[in-house]
């Protein structure tokens, strides 16, 4: 299986290559009144506006002062988001032998592991991607 690997806070957190469209670098996100604070805002790429989810929020995890900051960005319910990460690590294939099914992590709401991995000797969350963004997207895809 071929993950992106990223870092959101303390966590090293991966999604599947076949739902990662692009990576771009931080972006200036326009602020939407009255929305979830999980909603960092709207960026524009290449003419098409794209909700930007804040990876810190939807994990409860703090900020790093070394982030580079980096968006992700995956399809998701047939519609296009963005992940804001702290840092993109590598692009990589995950050999089945590394990867375990879903683990209690300290920390994180086990609904959001599909798997744990190891990237070298250092473990990574294969995140549910899905369930991640449903709260905040819904289960069909739509904002509320």
């Known amino acids: 299986m071929h993950s992106v690997i990223f870092r959101i806070g303390a966590l090293i957190c991966a999604a599947p290559a076949g739902i990662v469209r ?3 670098p931080r972006l200036p996100a326009t602020r939407i009144p ?3 604070e999980a909603i960092e ?3 524009n790429v290449r003419g098409s506006l794209l909700t930007v989810l ?3 929020v ?3 995890q ?3 002062a070394d982030d580079e900051g980096a968006i992700v960005l995956l399809d998701v319910g047939g519609r296009r988001y963005g992940l804001a990460v702290g840092q993109v690590l590598d692009f990589l294939e995950v050999p089945a032998h590394s990867v375990a099914q879903r683990a209690d992590l300290p920390g994180v709401d086990p609904r959001l592991v599909r798997a744990v991995g190891l990237r070298g000797d250092q473990p990574f969350i294969l995140l549910d991607v899905e369930a991640l963004f449903a709260p905040i997207i819904g289960a069909d895809g739509q904002l509320p």
């Open 22 to 24: 692009e990576i771009l």
């Open 34 to 36: 009255g929305v979830s």
């Open 41 to 43: 805002g709207l960026v």
């Open 54 to 56: 804040d990876g810190h």
């Open 58 to 60: 939807l994990l409860h």
């Open 62 to 64: 703090e900020r790093r």
